[in-house]
């Protein structure tokens, strides 16, 4: 027997119940993804990193996809202050791409230690800012949250992760900037064992690299899966 399952939803959990369950006793079966379409909407800003602290100003970023200009200018905006030192109130948020970390020079003191702010983003750890001093960030930008997509299907085996068991269908890395089309199409499908005698009901999520939900941001997703007799 070989089934084609489709799953489309805006969700980052897909699921389907099937009734009759789809009976699988008589054989081994194995199970590959053969494509899996959305839009890049992930932000690498949300309500967990987007809080920019200003002096006594905490400024909330929408949640969205950002370059470090982007913040910058948006942050800017917000305050009503330029990027001019000679100003009483200025900003400068500045990539260093050779070393591929932040620069940062404020007239007031930045607060990288509250909560949600942006910090870790711009590669500062939990620290304060203080003004008027050029600061450069301790770590590497992480302007990309997400490297990877690890689709997990509850029906299969086969797979481990840092040597525990677990259930990734698949995963591969995002190759298209954010607005794009997320096309992915194995040019080799791998089939994992079926470990379910009886299908009632498919759940498939959409995990980053440290195994978290990843948010689509209600864009449409479609994945096409094979499943087939191991003979």
Same mark, same amino acid.
């Given at each position: ?66 370059? /470090?200009?982007?913040? *910058?200018?948006?942050?800017?905006? !917000?305050?009503? +202050?330029?990027?001019? &030192?000679?100003? @009483? ?71 481990? /992760?840092?040597?525990? *068991?677990?259930?990734?269908?698949? !995963?591969?890395? +995002?190759?298209?900037? &954010?607005?794009? @089309? ?50």
């Amino acid at each position: 027997m070989s089934l084609t399952l489709t799953l489309s939803g805006n969700s980052s959990i897909l699921t389907a119940d099937y009734f009759p369950p789809i009976d699988l006793s008589q054989e081994s079966y194995v199970c590959g993804l053969v494509d899996f379409q959305t839009y890049n909407s992930i932000p690498n800003v949300d309500i967990d990193n987007n809080i920019f602290p200003f002096g006594i100003t905490s400024i909330k970023t929408p949640t969205g996809s950002y370059e /470090i200009s982007d913040i *910058e200018k948006y942050v800017k905006t !917000e305050l009503g +202050i330029s990027n001019k &030192p000679s100003e @009483k109130k200025f900003l400068q948020i500045r990539p260093n791409n050779n070393t591929l970390k932040c620069e940062i020079y404020s007239s007031e003191e930045i607060d990288f230690k509250k909560e949600k702010t942006i910090g870790e983003l711009l590669g500062f750890s939990k620290k304060k800012l203080e003004p008027k001093k050029l600061h450069v960030s301790d770590l590497f930008v992480d302007i990309n949250k997400i490297n990877i997509i690890r689709v997990e299907c509850n029906i299969i085996t086969g797979t481990y /992760i840092n040597g525990e *068991e677990a259930h990734i269908l698949h !995963e591969f890395s +995002i190759g298209v900037g &954010p607005g794009y @089309k997320i096309i992915e199409v194995p040019r080799n499908v791998i089939y994992l064992p079926v470990t379910f005698k009886r299908v009632s009901s498919l759940t498939i999520k959409f995990l980053d690299q440290n195994g978290r939900l990843i948010n689509f941001r209600g864009e449409t997703i479609t994945i096409r899966l094979h499943l087939k007799s191991e003979k």
